[in-house]
């Protein structure tokens, strides 16, 4: 194992280093990437391959992009508070506005 001592980048506090240890016998930077690297696309058949485009077609009309609520007694909660221009505000600032000429 190598280590260096380099200068650190602060001129303020010239005796701070920081230290970098690179390992003299051991796998590359390219070699550690390269196994984490994801699987080659493989070819498909075409059969395979439009089986595979109808069932994305099929999920993808099956989307759900509405508003679905999950915690009933939040809503309720949240309908019962005061609200201004949609936001929730205390309860004395709303009765100031609901009385405001």
């Known amino acids: 194992m190598v280590i260096t001592t380099l200068p650190s980048l602060s001129e303020t506090k010239p005796s701070l280093h920081l230290k970098i240890c690179l390992p003299k016998d051991g ?3 390219a070699q550690l ?3 984490r690297s994801p699987p080659p696309a493989t070819r498909d058949s075409i059969e395979e391959r439009r089986k595979k ?3 994305y077609m099929k999920k993808r009309t099956r989307r759900n992009f509405g ?3 999950k915690y009933a007694c939040r809503k309720v909660l949240a309908d019962s508070q005061p609200r201004v221009r949609g936001r929730f ?3 004395k600032v709303h009765e100031m506005t609901a009385t405001a000429p």
């Open 27 to 29: 796998p590359s930077a």
């Open 53 to 55: 485009i109808s069932r």
């Open 89 to 91: 505000a205390k309860a």
């Open 67 to 69: 508003r679905n609520i």
């Open 33 to 35: 990437a390269h196994e």
